[in-house]
T-cell receptor
Framework: EDKVVQSPLSLVVHEGDTVTLNCSYE??????LLWYKQEKKAPTFLFML????IEKKSGRLSSILDKKELFSILNITATQTGDSAVYLC???????????FGPGTSLSVIP | NAGVTQTPKFQVLKTGQSMTLQCAQD?????MSWYRQDPGMGLRLIHY???????DQGEVPNGYNVSRSTTEDFPLRLLSAAPSQTSVYFC?????????????????FGNGTRLTVT
């Protein structure tokens, strides 16, 4: 049975703080991990990670995958109120199979 | 390209009514899926399809039917709506499927349908 766990489930920080969001997974035939940001609308794509130890960056956001320990982290530095959202992760498999999301981390950034 | 198009954007149903949520994509994606999202919760997979003529159940399939007669369309049917089906429904697609093997690809989401069942 697939398992995707995200922690923390919710987080409140002040602007300028740095946050680390965690995603651990147990799926068969793992191939890649997806990160999405969701404000009050459809999720928007952030990163796709396929290789262990290679950091992907986009502005203040970065993410890395550890395929041996089966987890990924998403870092946000110098947080802004616009970073307030739910952050979702989802592992993808080798074969053509379903994509299950984790429960998400709700991030609130207060001024 | 329009991407993934969902209709309607909003819908109110009475208990017991039936309806179909529409999802269409113009990217020739093999993989299509339906999720529901309840307040304060993540996305839960209802049904998915890896190509025309092939569908399978996700995490929460009860009360929903799907079919995939074309690559472009993946409608979700509620046969007898219940208040527990009040939710926001998202359709998502990706190139991955039984033919493309493009499993290293993100999901593309539609804008969602907000359904209320009274």
């Amino acid at each position: 049975e697939d398992k995707v766990v995200q922690s923390p489930l919710s987080l409140v920080v002040h602007e300028g703080d740095t946050v680390t969001l965690n995603c651990s997974y147990e799926v068969t035939n793992f191939r890649s991990l997806l990160w999405y940001k969701q404000e009050k609308k459809a999720p928007t794509f952030l990163f796709m990670l396929t290789s262990s130890g290679i950091e992907k960056k986009s502005g203040r956001l970065s993410s890395i995958l550890d395929k041996k320990e089966l987890f990924s982290i998403l870092n946000i530095t110098a947080t802004q109120t616009g970073d307030s959202a739910v952050y979702l992760c989802a592992p993808r498999r080798t074969s053509y199979d379903k994509v299950i999301f984790g429960p998400g981390t709700s991030l609130s950034v207060i001024p | 390209n329009a991407g993934v198009t969902q209709t309607p954007k909003f819908q109110v149903l009475k208990t017991g009514q039936s309806m179909t949520l529409q999802c269409a994509q113009d990217m020739n994606h093999e993989y299509m899926s339906w999720y529901r999202q309840d307040p304060g919760m993540g996305l839960r997979l209802i049904h998915y399809s890896v190509g025309a003529g092939i569908t399978d159940q996700g995490e929460v399939p009860n009360g929903y039917n799907v079919s995939r007669s074309t690559t472009e369309d993946f409608p979700l049917r509620l046969l007898s709506a219940a208040p527990s089906q009040t939710s926001v429904y998202f359709c998502a697609s990706s190139p991955q499927g039984q033919l493309s093997r493009a499993y290293n690809s993100p999901l593309h989401f539609g804008n969602g349908t907000r359904l209320t069942v009274t």
